[in-house]
């Protein structure tokens, strides 16, 4: 499967628990966003659900369970997350953009998206993987506008390129409208990286009326996460992408797919659809849908799924490694975030989140030190995918 990617406070999903859901949703907040002159203006009935809920163990001790990955500032030009929101600019009415995420996480993420109606960030009652996260999104939008075209995004990928992204997801969303097939974007492979899902494309897909920049293909199959070996199989034969986790599709078809593959998925959004107390309905009926990825439940079985491959850079950013690249260069292949002092040290990555203090390195070398207030991480950079196994041993106020 690709990285598709709570504890519990008690928060209501509404922002506004009393209001119905109609009017927690007003047909209109044009007054309170402005477009970009330079772009087209966004469709009414195009929605955006973007996922960001998720463990905060990848980068301890900077993430925490209530300030995981996307809530962070790791490059100095605004959180993941708020990254996320503004490349739907022009694209995605921001009324329309609704934001899954769990109770620990809900007041930080309302904080960091204050450009959106507070009414549109949702806490899931409990933690349930993604098919079930995407189904609540589905039956929120399909309460609103059943005619919707949808895309479901992580917040956690970093993506610099906004024209390019903005071109591609357009392509996905006229694909979505004019066919019958669950759209997905596809990575380009650098490298034959195995902690990653593929999808496996065919033929070229026709699609009348669309006239798309970036061609759409039929998908063979998704591939689960291969061995090193077999990832450079993969990538020697060509047509396969990294799955990212980005998904476009009309909520005709989505739920005619559910209902064929997912019915326990497909009778919750049909429940939302109905209620007169949304809130309610899924307090009382989330918490008992199967925990399943929505690769497994859906995207693996659906009769038609299609494949564009991104033009834009795209990063997941999934370790301190990761992030070292576009950290400042110290030199002897050290990287930080902060000024540092060495000598005889090679190879290491520095990110000092405390400001008055200073970190200085004697003869060390492949580290990860990482400074936070209350915390001090020094790991071999070789294990950086380990660092999440902390979580199992350290005090449970420090997670």
């Known amino acids: 499967m690709g990285k598709t990617a709570g504890k519990s406070k008690s928060y209501s999903l509404l922002a506004k628990p009393n209001l119905r859901f109609w009017e927690a949703f007003p047909a209109s907040r044009n007054d309170s966003y402005s477009y970009s002159p330079t772009r087209m203006p966004a469709s009414q009935d195009t929605y955006a659900l973007i996922l960001a809920g998720g463990s905060g163990t990848r980068f301890w001790p900077l993430s925490r369970n209530d300030k995981p990955k996307q809530l962070l500032d790791l490059f100095g030009n605004g959180t993941l997350l708020e990254q996320t929101i503004n490349r739907l600019e022009g694209l995605v009415p921001f009324e329309n953009i609704l934001i899954l995420t769990n109770s620990l996480q809900a007041d930080a993420v309302r904080g960091i998206a204050s450009m ?44 610099k390129d906004t024209a390019a992204y903005q071109s591609v997801m357009r392509d996905a969303l006229e694909v979505a409208e004019k066919s019958d097939g ?18 496996e494309r065919g033929e070229s897909a026709a699609i ?5 920049a970036h061609a759409p293909f039929e998908v063979k199959r998704f591939r689960e996460k291969p061995d090193p070996k077999l990832a450079e199989q993969f990538l020697a034969e060509g047509g396969f992408s990294w799955n990212a986790g980005m998904f476009v599709w009309s909520l005709h078809t989505v739920i005619e797919e559910l209902a064929l593959h997912a019915p326990e998925l497909a009778a919750f959004v049909s429940e939302i659809r109905r209620s007169k107390d949304i809130v309610a309905t899924v307090a009382a009926q989330f918490p008992k849908l199967t ?10 079985n659906a009769a038609r799924v299609l494949n564009i491959e991104a ?15 576009y950290l400042d260069d110290a030199g002897n292949e050290n990287r930080f975030n902060q000024k540092v002092s060495e000598i005889d040290s090679r190879n290491n990555i520095v990110f000092n989140a405390t400001p008055g203090t200073h970190i200085a390195l004697l003869g060390v ?7 936070t207030g209350d915390s001090i991480l020094i790991a071999n950079r070789n294990q950086a995918d380990a660092i999440k196994k902390l979580a199992d041993i350290l005090p449970a106020a420090l997670l």
Do not use: H
């Not at 189904?135 to 995004?153: C, E, F, K, Q, S």
């Not at 009348?208 to 798309?212: E, L, Q, R, V, Y």
């Not at 925990?291 to 693996?300: T, V």
């Not at 070398?365 to 400074?371: A, G, R």
């Open 291 to 300: 925990p399943i990825s929505i690769d497994y439940a859906l995207m693996e």
């Open 311 to 325: 033009t834009f850079d795209w990063d997941d950013v999934g370790s301190w490694v990761s992030i070292a690249k």
């Open 208 to 212: 009348s009326g669309a006239n798309c």
């Open 365 to 371: 070398e492949d580290l990860i030190v990482v400074k």
């Open 116 to 159: 959106l109606p507070a009414e549109n960030i949702f806490a899931e009652p409990a933690k349930r993987d993604t098919a079930p996260a995407v189904a609540l999104g589905i039956g929120l939008v399909a309460a609103r506008n059943p005619d919707a075209v949808m895309m479901v995004l992580p917040s956690d990928q970093l993506i």
């Open 182 to 199: 669950l759209v997905t974007i596809g990575i380009r492979p650098t490298w034959p990286c195995p902690s990653y899902g593929y999808i």
